[in-house]
């Protein structure tokens, strides 16, 4: 047991070395890529035809007179600092200020999304692994198959044009209607606002608002885990403890439910984080398709704008998040799993 204790302390602290450099990479290949990128942020803020003298006083200012080592050495000196600058193009709004205004909308849209995606990969996971080689089974193949071809922006913009457009079911473009109050909180969060506060109404108003794009995200992802869940969950089922199970009468519902999808589980929750790590930085197209106000599509913008100070903390900020989610996997998978090691 000692022995098993000093490993996992020790694949732990590597993986906890091994983040900060991951955090490095991924924030120099931003910094060069935009470096690398056509267009010049002067231009964008002040317009092509403004006068060269108004141009050269700006990029003075910005600091993008300075040779590109100087620059990336000052940009990692204020990542030490915490500092992830200012937007160029709203004039002084930090980028803190920005997540603090766009992040809570990426989540609640990603966790809602997650929920959607779990329950119905999971579901129909299970359904085609329970009855292999049967229409269930093959119905389960083609879920996958086509959750995964189809494209994220298409599949938005079809449903938004059948219940948005056409039936009026849903609304889009807005968390909340635009002549209604917000649930006040210090989270942002207005799910857990509006419960906190007891405002059952204002929780209700935003799950509908969150229903249509959540959707959207949670259907098109919950193919990988169906996949994940039938494939496992076959080989499962063919375990000699499930036989045992099978020859002392256990019914074959229970045989699923309780003891193989469980043990099936285990590979589909390292997706399962991953994916929702890769969720909370990387839902721009669900975010741009429906004009959600997350920082997803904040980032878009910034992009657009060229907006370099925006661009790079945001991307800091979503290197973080996936590091700290990828370490909290990683070492519950080494917990549960001895084999996990380096």
Known sequence: MSSRSAALRYYVFTRLLLAPLMVLTITTVVFLLL??????PVDALLGARAPAAAKDALRVQLGLDQPLFIQYLNYLGDLLRFDLGSSLATQGQTV?????AHFPATVELTVCGMIVATVVGVSVGALAASRPNSPLDAGGRLFGIITYA?????????LQLIFAVQLRWFPIGTRYPLRGTPPAGLTGLYLLDSLLTLDFGAFFTTLYYLALPSLTLGILISGVFERMVRVNLKQTLAADYVEAARARGIPERRIVLVHALKNAMIPV????????????????????????PGLANRLYEAISQRDYPVVQG??????MIVAVISIAIDILNAYI???IRY
């Open 150 to 158: 189809i494209p994220m922006y298409w599949f938005g913009m079809i």
């Open 35 to 40: 470096r690398a990128t056509p267009g010049d």
């Open 96 to 100: 803190w200020q920005i997540i603090r």
């Open 269 to 292: 929750i390292t997706i399962l984080g991953l994916t929702f790590a890769a969720m909370l930085g990387g839902a721009v197209l669900t975010e741009v398709t429906f004009s959600w």
């Open 337 to 339: 799993d001895p084999r």
């Open 314 to 319: 945001l991307m800091v900020f979503f290197a």
